[in-house]
């Protein structure tokens, strides 16, 4: 439901990326909570966690430390109790290859990292926003593929 | 005598050797069963159950309307909201909510409607479909959704227009004008626009998914 706030989790190695992200996000409309995790690792145990509420939207770093982004999305659309959590790519490489492989693996959005602020706003609210009307309107989630 | 005896021995180990069997298929073989389900019975059934629970008295109007006979205090509403809780089914209790779900369904039969609903101009048909002034109409929409309930009926449209990509019975023209796009060069500008991806991108995609799941 709208009025409550969108869960959102990012798994990003990089500091300033992460501050960037939640200074973002608190700029927007959208109400939501953010959390961040720092590493594939991390995030794996985060999301296993009986107590932790899934987020409704992950944000993945491809290249992470441990464990890295394609291992994570892997894992996660292996997993039942996490399949069904939107994925959105979050990364600095804006390969092809890479694009139809996180995409092909299960991711539903790929976000190729944008330089400036103005961008990340209007690209993470058009995310979130597209993920939830995904949420709660009977559209196929198989098919849902965005790409900036 | 002795032979009687005898016979009794023989009708018990019989027995035993059956409950034997019987325990072993009980313990070595799961059985595998197979169910099948109305959804909408389900739903209904729970309903029934969780409202009777409460002693409350109600009519069941449509499938996801119910009318409560009499006033409905706010401890109750809370009872019934957590028991259904349970079994994944909430109360959209805004009637803001209820109005977004009636256009939403709305949009989503005119797009998959070939009718004639399609070629009229959106404000005016839904304006005259709720009776109610498209400007208030849209203005909700916005608050609840975040979105504008044109780019929902652009959404909806690149949503049918992937269903019909996936079926590959139409080439990307028939697509176009079956959804009433102007030419195709509209209809995949718009997929892009929406998708960040081509409509041959999503095809291929799409594609290469379903043949190597694994693989990758």
């Known amino acids: 439901m709208p009025s409550q706030p969108i869960n959102i989790l990012l798994a990003d190695d990089d500091e300033n990326d992460r501050m960037l992200f939640q200074e973002a996000f608190e700029e927007l409309k959208i109400k939501t909570h953010v959390f961040t995790v720092n590493n594939g690792t991390q995030l794996m145990d985060y999301l296993k966690a009986k107590s932790t509420i899934l987020p409704d939207i992950l944000f993945l770093d491809l290249n992470m430390p441990r464990k890295n982004g394609l291992e994570c999305l892997k894992e996660i659309r292996a997993n039942k109790k996490l399949k069904n959590i939107a994925i959105a790519i979050y990364s600095t490489s804006a390969s092809e290859n890479d694009i139809v492989e996180t995409f092909c693996l299960g991711a539903n959005v790929y976000i190729n990292k944008p330089s400036d602020f103005v961008t990340l706003k209007e690209v993470l609210s058009k995310t979130v926003i597209t993920a939830h009307q995904f949420q709660d309107t009977p559209f196929n989630k198989e098919n849902f593929l965005l790409r900036f | ?216």
């Not at chain 2, 005898?6 to 019987?22: G, V």
């Not at chain 2, 109305?38 to 069941?60: F, P």
């Not at chain 2, 304006?127 to 109610?132: D, L, T, V």
């Not at chain 2, 309930?149 to 992937?162: A, Y």
């Open chain 2, 1 to 216: 005598m002795r032979n009687n005896i005898k016979s009794c021995w023989r009708t018990y180990l019989y027995d035993l050797l059956i409950a034997i069997k019987q325990l072993f298929y009980i313990c070595i073989k799961n059985m595998k069963i197979y169910i099948k389900y109305d959804l909408n019975a389900v739903c209904k059934k729970i309903l029934q159950e969780q409202l009777e629970k409460l002693k409350l008295k109600y009519s069941l109007l449509d499938f996801n309307e119910v009318e409560i006979n009499g006033a409905l205090s706010a401890t109750k509403l809370k009872q019934l909201n957590t028991a259904l809780n349970n079994y994944s089914i909430q109360i959209v209790e805004s009637s803001k909510s209820i109005l977004i779900q009636k256009i939403k369904d709305e949009i989503r039969e005119m797009v998959y409607g070939e009718g004639e609903t399609t070629r009229l101009k959106t404000s005016l048909w839904l304006g005259a479909k709720f009776k109610k002034p498209y400007k208030y109409l849209s203005s909700i929409f916005t608050e609840v959704t975040f979105t504008t309930i044109e780019k929902f009926i652009i959404l909806q449209k690149v949503e049918r227009s992937k269903e019909l990509i996936i079926a590959n019975i139409l080439n990307f023209s028939e697509i176009a004008s079956l959804l009433n796009y102007s030419s195709t060069a509209h209809f995949s500008v718009q997929f892009k626009n929406t998708t960040g991806l081509t409509p041959s991108a999503f095809q291929y995609i799409i594609k290469t998914k379903e043949h190597n799941p694994t693989k990758l």
